[in-house]
């Protein structure tokens, strides 16, 4: 049986150098995030990129991911250079698209190239618009190159809660109806049986209503297999249930970093092998601290070299018939 390790992690704030070229970072971005940069030097950037690849390594018992979704990484560049500073042995490529959040900051995905076919020509990404564009909804086909099945990716940043949780809840709501359209879109030209992966970073929870009413985020797997509408199965309800958390704000933890998996992978008699006890947390030696199992920031404005990201890893492994 053919096995896949996914792995999601929000990077927080893997930026360019503070002087990087025009080509690089578009003048007017440069522009807003230039004060967030003022001690982002080379080898700040290399340490982050350094501390980052650690973990990485470790994933898979050290054989790491398969497939890697990221958010808040800048540009190609830094992505190459992540890449460059894994030594797992697997041959990584990325799929990137540089997006129009207002700081800068993309979606994107790192997967092995031994392993899959990157199909290039099934590759989408959305901005939803209210009042400005959010960070964009990327969507990627690879082909599992031992059996010749699919995988369909779909990344997601949604907006934060700046500015508070209830007054910025409207742009995570819309963001979650056209994630549903997704849904629903690649089944009716793929068929109900796609095996769609949705990851991503959503600042909600998994209760939150964005999630359950209007990306129509379950936690009942049958309701996802036999229901009419584009259910997605939400695998994190077991690790919430163990009161654990993917990200820590003022104290109180929150499972804002989701894996959710259409009917075509919820099903037990189709091509895949999904087990919600292979959901997990990634945390190796130095990630964690204090209550709830707080996640060692990197940071920006002041560095901590000995930080990774204010969000932790999530990892999960699907098995194909």
């Keep these: ?103 800068g900051i993309d979606v994107a995905f790192i997967y092995n190239k031994d392993k899959y076919e990157f199909v290039k020509k099934e590759f989408f990404h959305h901005a939803v618009i209210k009042r400005y564009p959010t960070r964009e909804i990327v969507q990627a086909t690879l082909k599992v190159k031992k059996t010749g099945n699919e995988l369909i990716l779909v990344g997601n940043h949604w907006p934060s809660r700046s500015g508070g949780q209830y007054e910025s809840e409207p742009y995570r709501i819309i963001t979650g109806e056209t994630l549903s359209y997704f849904i629903e879109r690649i089944q009716e030209v793929k068929g109900e049986d796609a095996a769609i992966i949705v990851m991503g970073d959503f600042n909600d929870d998994p209760f939150s209503r964005s999630l359950t009413d209007y990306a129509l985020s379950v936690i009942d797997r049958d309701k996802v297999v036999f229901g009419r509408n584009p259910y997605l199965y939400n695998l994190m309800w077991p690790l919430l249930g163990q009161r654990k958390a993917s990200y820590v704000f003022s104290g109180t933890p929150m499972m804002i970093d989701q894996f959710m998996v259409s009917k075509g992978i919820a099903k037990k008699s189709g091509k895949y092998v999904l087990n919600e006890d292979d959901v997990k947390l990634e945390i190796f030696d130095g990630m964690v601290s204090g209550r709830y199992d707080t996640p060692v920031r990197f940071g920006q404005e002041k560095p901590n070299s000995d930080g990774f990201s204010d969000h932790l890893p999530i990892s999960f492994v699907l098995g194909e018939k």
């Design 1 to 103: 049986m053919e096995s896949h390790h996914i792995s999601w992690w929000n990077l927080e704030n893997l930026f360019d150098i503070r002087d990087a070229p025009a080509e690089r970072r578009p003048e007017d971005i440069k522009r807003k995030i230039k004060a967030d940069l003022k001690n982002w030097t080379t080898p700040v950037l290399n340490q982050k990129i350094k501390n980052l690849s650690s973990v990485i390594n470790q994933i898979n018992d050290g054989e790491g991911p398969d497939i890697l979704g990221v958010c808040e990484v800048e540009n190609a560049h830094v992505l190459n250079l992540l890449i460059a500073k894994i030594s797992t042995g697997k041959s990584y490529g990325i799929i990137h698209h540089d997006m129009k959040d207002k700081r």
